[in-house]
């Protein structure tokens, strides 16, 4: 099993930035494609972003695309996301997960919750007017 510490949330206003990270414990995630994940109070949690264990293929939710971008450092075992011109849809706690599968067992990138094995606690994301 895979623990995974998000950090990096904060508020900003709109049209800032924000950087989070996923520092991953207990095994290395290597293999493990990896995604973040978002939910705002009252509503389901959605797909944000994800990347592939070797970072050369990326994956994002129509609503960040051109504004976040997900990258990796396996030597660090941690995953970053890098949200730039944040706005208040944005707010939410972002969570980080890792793929139930590693490669080669799983070669597609998965998006849904459902695919993802471990998850960490959350880091808060609020954007304000």
């Known amino acids: 099993q895979v623990q995974l510490a998000e950090s990096g949330g904060g508020s900003v206003q709109a049209g800032g930035s924000l950087r989070l990270s996923c520092a991953a414990s207990?095994?290395?995630?290597?293999?493990?494609?990896m995604g973040w994940f978002r939910q705002a109070p009252g509503e389901e949690r959605e797909f944000v972003a994800a990347?592939?264990?070797?970072?050369?293929?990326?994956y994002y939710a129509n609503s960040v695309k051109g504004r976040f971008t997900i990258s990796r450092d396996n030597s660090k075992n941690t995953v970053y996301l890098q949200m730039n011109s944040l706005k208040p849809e944005d707010t939410a706690t972002y969570y980080c997960?890792?793929?139930?599968?590693?490669?080669?067992?799983?070669?597609?990138?998965?998006?849904?919750?459902?695919?993802?094995?471990?998850w960490g606690q959350g880091t808060q994301v609020t954007v304000s007017s």
């Open positions: 990347i592939r264990w070797s970072g050369s293929s990326t």
């Open positions: 997960a890792a793929d139930r599968f590693t490669y080669p067992t799983r070669t597609v990138v998965p998006t849904r919750p459902g695919d993802f094995g471990s």
């Open positions: 207990g095994r290395t995630i290597s293999y493990y494609a």
